[in-house]
């Protein structure tokens, strides 16, 4: 089982063969043709195409099955609307919205290389409009001048757009997101100026995941989304900034309109699409990953991401992250974008998350539960369902009318990463869902309303009326007396008033120190952020704050003064962490403890002498979360940074600690996988003194790293010790895979010998050795026939050279020889004479082969029937070492519940093709290291001084990066071909009865 790169489509009703015909010459634009990579992606990269046929708007709407008491209109459709992306509604109830015809190449581009990502690197970088090359996007305003709810007025407010992905009305003009530029077009009459360039440096390498998604935060700067596959050097070019902000993937990102400042909100996520605020302004975007219904993202927070095609986050001393919301109910994917319903007209849905979702082409809901400091959802009844299998969701906004706004790119393909150009551009819908009694009245021009009107709407039970009155009265620079007024009241009123007072002339010591204390925990919460956001503290604001971290009792907030520690002035930040750790309310909390941290690290060299100071108090060291989540990782942190101070660093807090178990934990980790040779003598008497006080297991480690004499006899008499328990000897193994100590190589083969338990480890920790004697010793051992031992002899040369021998002697059958050895074989040139005389070509089947293997079983699969619990045994043998499946299963590949399981085609693909498409993830790769020695796997995790690969059998080496020679990404699925050979027919219908079953069979 593979885990499938794109959005693979449509519910097939019975089987049929649905393999991507070969691309069409109209398909592969002229700009594209030539391009490097190119061939690999159209041969690799085919995109599944739903055949159901294009339906009329209005038979469309005919086939929508909304929940009861709720009905679906249609507001827009081709040829007005095409490719609708983005929708948002300005303040006079009329809609925006952002046509993506130009999808998916840029005008005036030429593709030059596509690379292992499949992502394009053009021959340029575009001009910012007007002087640019024109494009076909368009931004289109439409307006219900009847009151009729028709939206029957339409005006095209600008044309010729290149890779437009959104608009935003505000401060006079338009904003739109046309990356790689944020333009402002300053606006009279609803005519565009020239824009001004305010932002350049969003990437384009994959048009499906540029930045978009703009939308207002309620303390008045832009917010917008960038996606996972591409890079990001953003200038503020109105400042003529020579600096740039980089990041590679996803990312919630925000640009302040009048301070011209532009920064990253938080970093990671699944592929990122959406941004979305609720009532009191927190922030969440959807996901492309199965399981859950998107993530909660707080101010400088870091997520979970793809490490292998995704990279390290931008902090490399971050040292843990963020997962999404924990989710219950049905899981399928995709609900990438989404809006928490905050109006009137649907109460049923207020506060509740309303996704679209492409893939499963349905409207839905979901619940969420407050926990702790953030949050986790259940899943409701869908909100819409069709049967029409072109329908395609993937915005959704509340309108000035309660109801709720769908664009429809209305495409008979979601797969994004097929290089040809066969989307359907002609088509695309804009849909309303709406109560049954939905009245259709005029929208209100909230231009008109007076200020004094205005601040009345701040109370309003209707967030659009709300956030629109709030931006205006920011536009207009209103006088503040009124809202400072409104701040003293208790409910949403106030928090709106401190957002209008911050947008307008900025807050005071006084009224910042008056919320401090405010009623209302979510008013508390926002003054915290806004004074970090001011990047320093007066002397009465920073004692408010840190008076609130010794006293607050409401979790958000005692989060939100964690994230605003890391944005402070040193001392400020302290304070605020003491009277956070002295509280001890947060150790289980999801977020706060690595918020903590996060706070911590960025002032770890600012501040170093303080925190160890700090950190070597009795008080604290003992508290709960500095003792689970600061002590080690500040140590780890300064190990991996190096340099003399902070080792001297480490080397003052483990001297001030009676017990320094966790401080030596962390030294350990952060030498892990590099060597120890730039420790100072001072760090090095510090951790020898502590020898004696230390009891953990990274005693023993980080001594044998350090080369401490005491800590390299114990280790090796513990290792050949059977006494020994199994956990620490292992321990040993994997240090001594990752330093170079030759001496350790004769206990390593009495150990590989004389203890068959630890033989998988054995083996990873020799391949670091360079000596031919261990390969003898593999193959006097009978260890080659195993896959543990295949694997140690096929990466190394010489090593390599004796396999084939073995082969050659018919000591070993080649056809015994694991395709993923024998690809790893296939890498040494030294021995491709002799390779090619008993493996011949490494190539799969061919294109021919796999189609005829998917006509067979696809008539099989069409003519039997599976029986599910007898092919859970099936799955559990042949697949489970790698997948998991209803929560039983192995972690090497991709968690399978959540995807499109019902679609019997998209598994027989994927499994008799498995390099077909590969989930960026999941993608294999090849180390070579400085010592000759070459390792496969998927990159499971990454940081500043290290690689780890995991390979197929779910091991996991930790590489240092001073180590890799070349690092390669391999076309070839760590899945092998064949699976299904090894069945009978019966197993095939049992395997794929339980891959498509709904809930586990019982």
């Keep these: 089982m593979k885990y499938p790169v ?24 002229d700009f594209i043709k030539g391009a490097d990579g190119l061939e690999d992606a159209l041969r690799n990269l085919k995109a599944s195409m739903v055949t159901t046929p294009i339906l009329s708007a209005n038979e469309a709407l005919k086939r929508f099955m909304p929940r009861n008491g709720l009905k679906v209109d249609l507001i827009a459709a081709e040829p007005i609307v095409k490719q609708p992306l983005h929708l948002t509604f300005d303040e006079r109830g009329r809609l925006w919205v952002t046509q993506y015809r130009q999808y998916p190449f840029p005008a005036g581009l030429k593709v030059v290389e596509y690379d292992r990502y499949i992502r394009a690197k053009f021959d340029k970088v575009p001009s910012p409009p007007p002087d640019h090359f024109p494009g076909s996007d368009r931004v289109t305003i439409h307006e219900d001048v009847k009151g009729d709810g028709s939206f029957n007025k339409i005006t095209t407010f600008i044309d010729g757009l290149n890779i437009a992905t959104a608009s935003l009305p505000g401060d006079g003009g338009v904003w739109i997101l046309n990356p790689p530029y944020l333009l402002f077009y300053p606006t009279k009459d609803d005519k565009p100026a020239r824009p001004v360039v305010h932002l350049s440096g969003f990437g384009l390498e994959d048009t499906h995941a540029v930045a978009s998604s703009l939308c207002w935060g309620p303390d008045g700067w832009i917010y917008g989304a960038q996606g996972s596959t591409c890079t990001a050097k953003v200038r503020v070019e109105i400042k003529k900034e020579k600096t740039t902000t980089d990041f590679l993937g996803q990312a919630i990102w925000r640009y302040h309109p009048t301070q011209h400042h532009f920064e990253i909100f938080a970093e990671g996520g699944g592929n990122t699409f959406g941004v979305a605020f609720d009532d009191v302004g927190r922030t969440y975007s959807g996901t492309n990953w199965g399981r859950f219904r998107g993530l909660h993202y707080v101010q400088g927070g870091y997520y979970v991401k793809g490490w292998g095609k995704h990279g390290p986050l931008t902090n490399p001393y971050a040292l843990g992250y963020f997962d999404h919301m924990p989710h219950e109910g049905n899981a399928d994917r995709l609900v990438h974008n989404f809006v928490i319903y905050g109006e009137r007209t649907i109460p049923e849905l207020k506060d509740r998350i309303v996704g679209v979702n492409p893939l499963q082409k349905r409207v839905q809901v979901t619940q969420l539960h407050a926990d702790k400091s953030t949050f986790r959802t259940t899943e409701e009844s869908f909100l819409v369902t069709t049967d029409d299998g072109r329908f395609r969701p993937v915005d959704v906004k509340a309108g000035p009318d309660g109801a709720l706004y769908v664009a429809d ?4 393909r979601i797969n994004h990463v097929d290089p040809r150009d066969n989307w359907d551009k002609a088509t695309g819908r804009v849909w309303r869902i709406a109560s049954m009694n939905h009245g259709s009245v005029k929208p209100r021009d909230f231009s008109k309303f007076t200020n004094k009107q205005l601040v009345e709407f701040l109370d309003s039970d209707s ?40 947008r307008i002339v900025g807050l005071d010591d006084k009224t910042t120190l008056i919320a401090l204390d405010h009623i209302n925990p979510h008013v508390r919460r926002w003054a915290v952020r806004l004074a970090g956001d001011t990047r320093g503290a007066s002397a009465a604001v920073a004692e408010g704050l840190a008076r609130r971290a010794m006293e607050e009792r409401d979790a958000e907030v005692r989060s939100q003064l964690a994230s605003s520690a890391k944005r402070l002035p040193d001392i400020a930040a302290l304070a605020i962490l003491r009277g956070l750790w002295k509280q001890d309310l947060d150790v289980s909390d999801s977020h706060i403890p690595l918020l903590t941290w996060w706070a911590v690290e960025a002032k770890a060299e600012s501040a170093r002498t303080e925190m160890v100071r700090m950190l070597s108090e009795e008080e604290l060291r003992s508290r709960p979360m500095v003792a689970r989540f600061i002590l080690e990782r500040i140590m780890q942190r300064w190990a991996m940074a190096g340099g003399r101070d902070n080792f001297l660093a480490c080397a003052a807090l483990i001297d001030a600690m009676p017990k320094a178990d966790p401080l030596l934990s962390g030294l350990e980790k952060g030498f892990s996988g590099r060597g120890a040779e730039d420790v100072p003598m001072e760090l090095r008497k510090a951790v020898f003194a502590a020898w004696n006080r230390g009891s953990t297991e990274a005693r023993l480690t980080l001594g044998l790293r350090l080369g401490h004499e005491p800590a390299v006899k114990q280790a090796m008499d513990s290792l050949i010790n059977d006494r020994t328990d199994k ?17 350790s190589v004769p206990a390593l083969l009495t150990v590989l010998e004389k203890t068959p338990s630890l033989r998988s480890e054995t083996l990873t920790a020799l391949g670091r050795y360079r000596d031919d004697a ?5 193959i006097a051992l009978g260890l080659a026939r195993s896959s543990d031992g295949l694997s140690l002899l096929a990466g190394r040369p010489s090593w390599a050279k004796m396999l084939l021998d073995e082969v050659a002697a018919k000591r070993i059958d080649s056809r015994s020889v694991p395709l993923e050895v024998v690809q790893k074989l296939a890498l040494h040139k030294e021995i491709a004479d002799e390779f090619g005389k008993w493996f011949g070509r490494v190539r799969g089947t061919t294109t021919k082969q796999k189609q005829a293997e998917l006509l067979r079983y696809a008539t099989v699969l069409k003519k039997g029937k599976g029986n599910a619990l007898s092919g859970a045994v099936v799955f559990k043998n042949e697949c489970g070492k790698c997948h998991k499946l209803f929560g039983q299963g192995g972690n090497v590949g991709p968690e399978l519940t959540g995807y499109e399981r019902s679609n019997v085609m998209y598994w027989l693909e994927n499994v008799i093709d498995p390099s077909a498409v590969i989930r960026e993830e999941y993608l294999s790769f090849i180390v070579r290291t400085t010592n000759g020695q070459t390792l496969t796997g998927i990159i499971s995790g990454q940081d500043k001084t290290t690689i780890t690969l995991k390979d197929p059998e779910g091991r996991e080496t930790k590489v240092a990066r001073s180590r890799i020679d070349e690092l390669q990404a391999s076309p070839i699925s760590i899945m092998p071909e064949g699976q299904l050979k090894a069945m009978t027919e019966q197993q095939v219908l049992d395997l794929f009865a339980y891959l498509t079953a709904r809930e586990a069979p019982r």
């Design 6 to 29: 794109g959005l693979l489509l449509g519910l097939l009703a019975s089987v049929v063969l649905a393999v991507a015909p070969p691309p069409r010459a109209k398909e592969i634009p």
């Design 409 to 412: 790119l209305y495409e008979p």
């Design 463 to 502: 967030r659009y009326e709300r956030e629109t009155a709030l931006r205006l009265l920011a536009d207009r620079k209103a006088d503040t007396t009124p809202l400072v007024a409104a701040l003293a009241k208790p409910g949403i009123g106030a928090l709106m008033a401190l957002w209008a007072i911050h």
């Design 727 to 743: 956990a620490s000897r292992q321990a040993v193994l994997r240090i001594l895979g990752e330093i170079e100590l030759p001496s």
């Design 774 to 778: 261990i390969a003898q010793k593999v």
